[in-house]
Nanobody, 122 residues
């Protein structure tokens, strides 16, 4: 059974850092596009970043460019989102997602994690 489990969320002060992890089980991440989305209170789910199946291309939404980095460890079957210089507007529930090659928007992804809360506050 395919499953994604996120971890690493929490409360952090503005300017701080967190690293989110998304461990996959029941399938191998190799050959899939992996992405991170977030949903802030009262807002729709937003695409934050994704990495193509070959890991040859990464995408970041404008608001996180230069601050967030997506990566994956195929041996650990885990995807990461390193978040630096966090801002209060980064507060949201963060979800990892996995989809076939070429996945970009939310509807393209087949598997989703349960979400992990990130709160940026002084």
């Amino acid at each position: 059974q395919a499953q994604l489990v996120e971890s690493g969320g929490g409360l952090v002060q503005p300017g701080g850092s967190l690293r989110l992890s998304c461990a996959a089980s029941g399938f191998s991440l190799g050959g899939y596009t992996t992405g991170w989305f977030r949903q802030a209170p009262g807002k729709g789910r937003e695409g934050v970043s994704y990495m193509t199946a070959t890991a040859g291309y990464t995408y970041y939404t404008d608001s996180v460019k230069g601050r967030f980095t997506i990566s994956r460890d195929i041996n650990m079957n885990t995807v990461y989102l390193q978040m630096n210089s966090l801002k209060p507007e980064d507060t949201a529930v963060y979800y990892c997602a996995v989809g076939p090659p070429g996945s970009t928007v939310e509807g393209d992804y087949d598997w989703w994690g349960q979400g992990t809360q990130v709160t940026v506050s002084a």
